[in-house]
């Protein structure tokens, strides 16, 4: 199976919120690889399934960097990839039967964003066993290619998960991914791909979730810009990827215009009805709110290690990892003067009260879904 291999000649990624492609560079084409041999290449890991070229595109970074230690692992690659690999899409689809499937268990992290899963990734992360990788891209670029047939899209999950966890690259026997928010809109076709796996949505209350975004404003001294009701339905489907309906739906009429984040709660609402799609017709899945893995992490940690058969782990590795800053270091670190008592301004809350006031089941900002973990 032969690759191609591509040289940088610069980077040039777009705002952090879009989806990893081979966009982000400007190369070259050099030699013939043969795929073979880079298999057994430990620095070699996928960056994206590119829609547009049709191609799985891997990085190349220096020996040394461990990926499961990066906050955002499609970040990590983008700045320290040396260059770039292409594979035709179905020649990686081919992948999955030349490697040794993944471990005992996969523990899929599905999210809405600013919710701790980044936190508990990391705290897995230093289980006995247990490989977790923070957001890779690769699986949120699963969005471009829906459209294709199940089994191609079925195909391309599993080679990007035996690729991520090929023996080359990780030791343990238990694995965890965390994704990308806009993969919310891929949950029922990623357990339809593995539904053997452990599923779990983690989300938050959307007044204190908006509020997190908000503070990430305040910091960068953004000032608040009002849109149409159109042109949020507009932005929040071109950042899923999903229609204008599934969007338009979830926006009474009778409210006009947004204030800055108010528009983002269509995509809260967006999100968590994936999961109520999921899991009122029978899929497997469980949700986790943010609240109680803040209220009681050790306890959460626990329940999830069960979820994936694996013994209560020593906490002090994990109790350091739940009193750090998870993003630290990336622009979505917290603000160190501020830290979290920003809250979001008394017009937004009341907009967005209203809008949740107007939805015929997820009607209040502090929901809870069915099958949300119970702790003891």
Known sequence: MSAKKLRIRSRHRQHPGVIASLADFEWQASETVDMARLMDDPRLTLYCLDAATEQAIFTATPAGIDLSRSPFMYQTQFDSAEYLVALPLFDFAGIADSIEPPGESILFLHNIGRCGS??????????????????????????????????????????????????????????????????????????DAMPEATHLFMYRDAIDWLASFHRLRVKRGDTPTRYSRATVIEQQAAYYQCSLADIAKLAPSAIRSYLGLEGRALAWLYMLERYLDCHDTGWPISALRYEDLQSNPDEVLKSVLAMMGLPDADGSAAQRVFQSDAQAGTR?????????????????????????????????????????????
């Not at 471009?144 to 690729?163: P, Q, T």
């Not at 003067?337 to 920003?342: D, E, H, L, S």
């Open 118 to 191: 980044t936190l508990l990734c990391r705290a897995l992360n230093e289980a006995p066993g247990v490989v977790a990788f923070s957001e890779p891209d690769a699986l949120t670029g699963l969005l471009s290619l829906r459209h294709w047939s199940r089994s191609s899209v079925n195909d391309f999950f599993r080679a990007s998960l035996v690729w991520l966890f090929r023996p080359a690259v990780v030791s343990g026997t238990h694995f965890v991914v965390k994704l990308r928010n806009q993969a919310a809109g891929m949950l029922k076709p990623f357990i």
């Open 332 to 376: 979505f670190a917290r603000d160190g003067q501020r830290g979290n008592t920003v809250a979001l301004p008394a017009e937004m809350q009341a907009t967005v009260s209203r809008l949740l006031a107007l939805q015929p089941v997820i009607n209040s900002a502090d929901y809870t879904l069915p099958d949300t973990l119970r702790l003891e």
